[in-house]
């Protein structure tokens, strides 16, 4: 999932978001609730921490914190996730397609600064690269 307000500060309703956006954080466990996450990663921006919070507190789990421009080290944490693991990353316009580039995916990713509605669905295969689905919520 990815948000593009990176370092705006939070409040509801999110100064300079379209509404779309400002209402993520109240539908992270509305719109993933029945996904079966078991793991949660965030950037360090309280944007991407509040987006994730209503699913981790339903789910009881903790969001792992990873700075956003260190998509090495979280592609690294996500590929070492158990082979039954979901897992939902939080992140932004300017760091998601470096993301999906670092899990293998080839095909060029571009994000508006202000798309609020992208999900990214990347599939491990055994054999070749990830299948990519690309969809807006």
């Known amino acids: 999932m990815s948000c593009a307000t990176p370092?705006?500060?939070?409040?509801?309703?999110i100064p300079g978001c379209p509404p779309r956006a400002?209402?993520?954080p109240t539908n992270s466990a509305t719109c993933f609730g029945d996904?079966?996450?078991?793991?949660?990663?965030?950037?360090?921006?309280r944007r991407t921490i509040e987006t994730a919070k209503p699913l981790a507190d339903d789910k009881?789990?903790?969001?792992?914190?990873?700075?956003g421009a260190?998509?090495?080290?979280?592609?690294?944490r996500i590929a070492a996730s158990g082979a039954r693991d979901r897992v939902l990353v939080v992140g932004h316009s300017d760091t998601v397609p470096a993301l999906l580039r670092a899990?293998?995916?080839d095909t060029p990713i571009a994000i508006g600064e202000k798309d609020y509605d992208n999900?990214?669905?990347v599939v491990p295969q055994k054999?070749?690269?990830?299948?990519?689905?690309?969809?807006r919520y």
């Open 35 to 45: 996904a079966g996450i078991t793991r949660i990663f965030t950037s360090e921006l």
């Open 7 to 13: 370092s705006a500060p939070i409040s509801r309703p």
């Open 119 to 121: 999900l990214f669905i």
């Open 103 to 105: 899990l293998g995916v």
């Open 127 to 135: 054999d070749g690269r990830p299948v990519l689905l690309r969809l």
């Open 70 to 76: 260190d998509g090495q080290t979280l592609a690294a």
């Open 22 to 24: 400002s209402a993520a």
């Open 60 to 67: 009881h789990l903790t969001p792992v914190v990873v700075p």
